[in-house]
């Protein structure tokens, strides 16, 4: 089965500064996609960025980049210039990308503050 | 706004209380989902329905009973439950179980205590 980690129960970061999230996560499939979601406290999930497994680059959504290393199987995520609204849970997730494997495999989250 | 509603945003029930959550996506998608957000525990999906047919069930005990009319709702119903199911109960959904476009988007869920 796969699994998901977040290392990082806690970060914080100063508005304007970069930071960076952790995830790993454990799978023996070549195929899958890795997501990040964002829950402010409004609860809402929030897709912030995901990534396939098949592409070498990494993607990028404005100021969220991420830092996928197959092989290490890490997926990490840096937001620049932190903004106040930035403050929330982020999950990092994991999905097969084979049919019929549907779920969403999520991590336990890291709690980000914004510090103005 | 996601395009995925749920209603209540809270609920508070006692153990021999029957109520029922309520789940609406306003995107096209053929794919609904319940998960359940306990405090630091990792999202755990409940049940997956793909043209309104159950396609997976995470042995969630009976006191859950999920219900979709169509692919546009889904209802967890609710009885006998007990302390410890106090938890975020969210919906989300996607296009399709297993095909390429599969990020699922998410409801705001509901806050459920049983008291």
């Known amino acids: 089965a796969q699994t998901v980690t977040q290392s990082q129960p806690e970060m914080s970061v100063q508005e304007a500064e970069t930071v960076t999230l952790s995830c790993t996560y454990d799978t023996s499939e070549s195929d899958y996609y890795l997501f990040w979601y964002k829950q402010p406290p409004s609860r809402q999930m929030i897709l912030v960025i995901r990534?396939?497994?098949?592409?070498?680059q990494n993607a990028t959504e404005n100021r969220f980049s991420v830092n996928f290393q197959k092989a290490a199987k890490s997926f990490s995520l840096k937001i620049s210039d932190s903004q106040l609204g930035d403050a929330a849970m982020y999950f990092c997730a994991y999905r097969s990308a084979f049919a019929g494997n549907t779920p969403l495999v999520f991590g336990k989250g890291t709690r980000l503050s914004v510090i103005a | 706004e996601t395009g995925v509603t749920q209603t209540p945003r809270h609920l508070v029930m006692g153990m021999t209380n029957k109520k029922s959550l309520k789940c609406e996506q306003h995107?096209?998608?053929?794919?609904m989902y319940w998960y359940k957000q306990s405090a630091k525990k990792p999202l755990e999906l409940m049940f997956v329905?793909?043209?309104?047919?159950?396609?997976e069930n995470n042995s969630v005990p009976s006191r859950f009973s999920p219900e979709c009319p169509n692919s546009s709702h889904l209802f967890l119903h609710l009885h006998t439950l007990q302390p410890e199911d106090s938890a975020l109960y969210l919906c989300a959904s996607s296009q399709d179980v297993s095909g390429s476009t599969d990020t699922q988007y998410f409801g705001p869920g509901t806050r459920l205590t049983v008291l």
């Open positions: 995107l096209g998608h053929n794919a």
């Open positions: 329905y793909s043209l309104e047919e159950r396609v």
């Open positions: 990534q396939e497994a098949y592409k070498q």
